[in-house]
């Protein structure tokens, strides 16, 4: 994916935040706040200059009291979409100007199922909690981490491993290691 698709992408969403930041009547500031992030950091989402990382996105859209799916272009039911390796949209787990990036890999589709894959190393950024609305899984494909599940424990992971969590349980994970993990990581959006 290129850096243009990127931008593209990240205007896509802020094009669709900003309609919907209007249409609750809502200003920035207001947002801004009911989501957990700076005004100037909003503002520049919704101009397409800050693509928001996964986590920002699941804010806003409890913030706009909407799926995260709608926040994201829509991909029409008979659309068929293949992900080449090495292709899809990046997207930081975090805001921290060190975050990994995922590789989207299915944004939203007619079964509501987010799909990402992960691949970081030890000096990635990847620790902020994260709340998904829907039930989440993860699947460690190479490498080590460990989640930190509020109310559940942690949970240390190696490759071949799995881990399935229920829809609003706050996650964090850890780099475990020095070699590179890549992870799986699928989450249910509610209707």
Avoid: C, K
């Avoid at 989402?45 to 994201?72: C, H, K, N, Q, T």
């Avoid at 909690?129 to 942690?154: N, R």
């Amino acid at each position: 994916m290129t850096d243009a698709a990127d931008a593209d992408l990240g205007g896509l969403i802020g094009t669709e935040i900003r309609r919907l930041r209007r249409a609750a009547g809502l200003s920035t500031r207001e947002l801004a706040a009911r989501a957990d992030m700076s005004q100037p950091f909003l503002s520049q989402i919704e101009r397409g200059a800050s693509a928001p990382s996964m986590a920002s996105v699941y804010r806003l859209a409890r913030a706009l009291d909407v799926r995260p799916g709608d926040l994201l272009p829509a991909v029409h039911p008979l659309d068929v979409r293949v992900v080449r390796a090495g292709e899809g949209e990046r997207l930081p787990v975090s805001d921290h100007p060190q975050a990994a990036a995922g590789r989207a890999l299915l944004l939203r589709n007619v079964s509501a199922l987010e799909v990402v894959e992960y691949d970081f190393g030890p000096d990635d950024e990847i620790a902020e909690w994260f709340e998904a609305p829907g039930e989440s899984a993860l699947y460690v494909v190479a490498g080590a981490l460990e989640i930190d599940i509020v109310g559940a424990g942690t949970y240390a992971l190696g490759t071949g491993d799995f881990i399935h969590f229920p829809a609003g349980a706050r996650d964090r994970w850890r780099h475990i290691g020095a070699e590179r993990t890549r992870v799986l990581f699928t989450t249910s959006v509610p209707r």
